[in-house]
Nanobody
Framework: QVELVESGGGPVQAGGSLRLSCTAS????????MAWFRQVPGKEREFVGA??????FYKDSLQGRFTISRDGAKNAINLQMNSLKPEDTAVYYC????????????????WGQGTQVTVSS
């Protein structure tokens, strides 16, 4: 069973930063595309960004504030979020999908349990 475990969420003031991490098995980390999505109540889960080996892709509106990186020593991906805004408040999910996955929920077969990020103004 594929297990993705997110950590690092919590409350933060607007303008602050948070770093989320998602750990996976070595097989998943080295084989699958991995991504971050986020969801607020009543809305669809939204693509944040993805990383495929050394290549990264982001939702256009988040480019420049959010950065995804890989930590090979921990089989983890990180999501560094800077200049946070109240509208970034959401549950953030880590996902793993085939190497061809990009920005659609349906392209990712495996999901973490989510971590809450709350940005206060």
């Amino acid at each position: 069973q594929v297990e993705l475990v997110e950590s690092g969420g919590g409350p933060v003031q607007a303008g602050g930063s948070l770093r989320l991490s998602c750990t996976a098995s070595a097989f998943i980390f080295n084989t699958y595309a991995m991504a971050w999505f986020r969801q607020v109540p009543g809305k669809e889960r939204e693509f944040v960004g993805a990383i495929k080996w050394s290549s990264t892709f982001y939702k256009d509106s988040l480019q420049g504030r959010f950065t995804i990186s890989r930590d090979g020593a921990k089989n983890a991906i990180n999501l560094q979020m800077n200049s946070l805004k109240p509208e970034d408040t959401a549950v953030y999910y880590c996902a793993a999908g085939s190497p061809r996955a990009y920005d659609l929920n349906s392209e990712y077969a495996y999901w973490g349990q989510g971590t809450q990020v709350t940005v206060s103004s």
